[in-house]
């Protein structure tokens, strides 16, 4: 089974409509990303999470929203669905065992999400 | 702030060549660098890091990465190109104070020619 998982893997929505992706871990790290790339920019981060009760804002949230309901679960939130919000998203997880600030960052499969 | 600028969006090679893939960073303080690498309809996968333990880092698939202080690069190079080895790869850079936030450069797709 795959460390990372996201769900789901592709969707297509409507602008204006509210949409929820889901991001879920088996490996422990405390700490969770959003990412969205998109062709030419690489990978821009949203929101990330050093825990269920730290949360802070990426280079890109406006318009996105997060929560982060278990150490193992991190959901990205679309309140209002815009054409240019459609990308490839991308959540990853990290740990800080043993002290270290720049261990790896492990990525989901990502999300492709298409608003039309 | 860091930063990181990855010379050439799309490289193409022929197969057992020379791999080439340019990175260039910009940091204030001592930085941590990364390559990633993102195959067909997958996530990224870490190649290879450099956190100051030694400048010549080596990494899986028979890549290597040098860090050059003084040019302020680290290059991915692989001395005989694969058809395996047709993916996007991304350097990206991150410090101690950056508290595990990861700048990702554009990306430089690579192409393998038979």
């Known amino acids: 089974d795959a460390d990372v998982t996201q769900t789901p893997r592709n969707r297509i929505t409507k602008t204006g409509k509210r949409i929820m992706l889901e991001c879920s871990q088996t490996?422990?790290?405390?700490?969770m990303y959003w990412y969205r790339q998109d062709p030419g920019l690489g990978l821009r981060l949203i929101y990330y999470s050093f825990d269920v009760k730290d949360i802070n804002k990426g280079e890109i949230s406006d318009g996105y929203s997060v929560s982060r309901q278990a150490q193992a679960k991190f959901s990205l939130s679309l309140e209002s669905a815009i054409p240019n919000q459609t990308a490839l998203y991308f959540c990853?997880?990290?740990?800080?065992?043993?002290?270290?600030?720049?261990?790896?960052?492990?990525f989901g499969p990502g999300t492709r999400l298409t608003v039309l | 702030a860091q930063s990181v600028t990855q010379l050439g969006s799309h490289v193409s090679v022929s197969e057992g060549a020379l791999v080439l893939l340019r990175c260039n960073y910009s940091?204030?303080?001592?930085?941590?660098l990364f390559w990633y690498v993102q195959y067909p309809n997958q996530g990224l996968q870490l190649l290879l890091k450099?956190?100051?333990?030694?400048?010549l880092v080596k990494g899986i698939n028979g890549f290597e990465a040098e860090f050059k202080k003084s040019e302020t690069s680290f290059h991915l190079t692989k001395p005989s190109a694969h058809m395996s080895d047709a993916a996007e790869y991304f350097c990206a850079v991150t410090t101690y104070s950056s508290a595990s936030k990861i700048i990702f450069g554009s990306g430089t797709r690579l192409s393998i020619r038979p």
């Open positions: 990853a997880t990290s740990d800080t065992q043993g002290g270290s600030s720049y261990n790896e960052q492990f």
């Open positions: 490996k422990g790290h405390d700490r």
């Open positions: 940091s204030s303080v001592p930085p941590y």
């Open positions: 450099y956190t100051s333990a030694a400048t």
